[in-house]
């Protein structure tokens, strides 16, 4: 009987030795784990993008969280990117990826990334040590290795350094100022055009009045461009054959002018003929055919009473 329970006893001893071993103690070191870190390419260039990998083998369902390594003056991390595969044995494997740069020249120690097994205990660990070995980003059989000593700050070439917009805004004045003296030169070099040899106005103030008969205005209603053709027809025949008459004159100063001067017009019938046609041309009277024909009577008439004098010398 003292057999059986002492056979028990030592039973439940070894499952609680066997429970107690698993167990991390308080204080103790974490258990070793299966772990592998590797960065490279080895001998990159100062400051060259190197692939960081690392991998850790884990009982299935236990978690693992990556801290990202912090940068410092030499050592430069980019984004961690962590993955997790299964194994075989109820095994998995935990990796991390990312990219790291150096700025240390020679043999460098890169620490390896830390990350926390929050089933296991707070404590951290961290990823095997790689060592690498960082080259100058210029070797010496490179060509581009012959630098020069640092000089001072080179000037800008002249062409930088000249204002163009106001070389430009000058030379546009200057050229403006040059066609100016050019074209008041010309001007006033420019012989004046003689005078044209003056023909008989009797006979072009007729040739006038037959030329706007044909055209037949009041036949079409058009009294007011009638009255107009006829006013200037006359006006014209004044200015070339009463000495002094200014052109431009109004009707009544036109008419003030005829009444101080010797002329074969009729004054006062030229006063009520410019009368009705100042009022047809601008206030637009009507007019009628018979009083547009006996206008054009009327001033025929003054034409022919002026050329009345050379006819009897001829004679």
Do not use: C
């Not at 009987?1 to 439940?12: E, F, H, Q, T």
């Not at 700050?153 to 430009?168: D, F, H, K």
């Not at 103030?205 to 006013?231: C, D, I, K, N, V």
Request: proline share 8%.
């Amino acid at each position: 009987m003292n057999g059986r329970v002492s056979a028990r006893r030592l039973a439940a001893l070894s499952v609680v030795a066997a429970l107690a071993a698993s167990r991390p103690m308080a204080g103790a070191a974490p258990a070793p784990l299966a772990m592998h870190a590797e960065a490279g390419p080895d001998g990159a260039p100062l400051g060259a993008r190197l692939q960081y990998r690392g991998w850790i083998v884990l009982p299935r369902g236990q978690r693992v969280h990556w801290i990202t390594p912090p940068d410092v003056e030499a050592v430069s991390w980019g984004v961690l990117h962590p993955s997790r595969a299964p194994g075989a044995g109820g095994m998995d494997t935990a990796r991390v990826e990312g990219d790291v740069q150096l700025f240390a020249l020679g043999p460098s120690d890169l620490a390896g990334v830390r990350f926390v097994l929050p089933d296991a205990g707070p404590a951290e660990r961290a990823l095997p040590v790689v060592h690498l070995n960082v080259r100058p980003t210029l070797s010496a059989a490179d060509s581009n290795a012959r630098l020069r000593p640092v000089r001072g700050p080179l000037a800008a070439p002249w062409w930088e350094r000249v204002a163009w917009r106001w070389v430009a805004a000058i030379a546009a004045a200057i050229a403006l100022v040059i066609a100016l003296v050019v074209w008041w030169r010309r001007r006033r070099a420019r012989p004046l055009a003689a005078p044209a040899a003056s023909a008989d106005p009797v006979a072009e103030t007729l040739a006038e009045l037959a030329a706007l008969h044909r055209l037949g205005l009041p036949r079409q209603g058009r009294y007011a461009e009638h009255a107009f053709q006829l006013t200037l027809i006359l006006r014209r025949f004044l200015e070339r054959t009463a000495g002094g008459l200014t052109p431009g004159l109004t009707s009544g100063e036109l008419v003030s002018w005829l009444s101080h001067h010797p002329t074969r017009v009729d004054v006062a019938r030229l006063d009520a003929l410019l009368r009705v046609w100042d009022r047809i041309k601008f206030a637009r009277a009507p007019g009628s055919v018979e009083q547009s024909a006996e206008a054009e009577a009327a001033v025929e008439a003054w034409v022919r009473a002026h050329a009345r004098p050379v006819e009897r010398e001829v004679a």
